[in-house]
């Protein structure tokens, strides 16, 4: 699935390609969106996805990503570390929001970086979402997360 990205400005409609998905993704996480060229308003990120088996072109809008406070590290056998970037972003589509839930895994080692993204990221409409949060809630998997023990 090729993902397209613009960067659209809510005022002057001005349209540019918004570069690395995961740095496009990031900067809406930490809210430092750039700015529009032509007239300094903040811009909104808009994605195309092409979704295979005949379910046609999603095309939204994000309204917000999340990123883990501490992401996953680790040590690969050839000694690089390995970050684990789980987001999830909510889009709007037509009035419906929906959860997409990317990840990446970036490698660095001898000076080098490597973004690696995660081909099997899913995406449902938020309704969906909370129904399987709700069940894995109900049934004790997210005691932690809901009470805060």
């Known amino acids: ?3 397209d990205r613009f960067h659209i400005c809510p005022k002057c409609r001005d349209k ?3 570069g690395s998905l995961f740095d496009s993704l990031l900067a809406v996480a930490v809210g430092k969106m750039p700015m529009c060229t032509k007239c300094a ?3 909104s ?5 092409a979704w295979g088996l ?7 809008v994000v309204l917000d990503a999340f990123l883990p406070d501490e992401p996953v590290k680790w040590s690969d056998k050839r000694r690089r570390e390995v970050t684990f970037y789980p987001f999830l972003v909510i889009t709007e589509r037509k009035g419906e929001r929906v959860a997409w839930l990317p990840y990446w895994h970036v490698v660095r080692g001898k000076g ?3 973004k690696k993204y995660g081909q099997w990221a899913p995406s449902m409409d938020l309704s ?4 399987l949060v709700a069940k894995a809630r109900s049934k004790g998997y997210l005691k932690s997360i809901a009470t805060g023990a």
């Open 45 to 49: 990120l808009h994605l195309s996805f």
């Open 16 to 18: 540019s390609w918004a």
């Open 112 to 114: 080098k970086e490597q």
């Open 54 to 60: 005949d379910a046609g072109t999603f095309e939204c």
């Open 41 to 43: 308003t903040s811009v």
């Open 128 to 131: 969906t979402f909370e129904e």
């Open 1 to 3: 699935m090729a993902t």
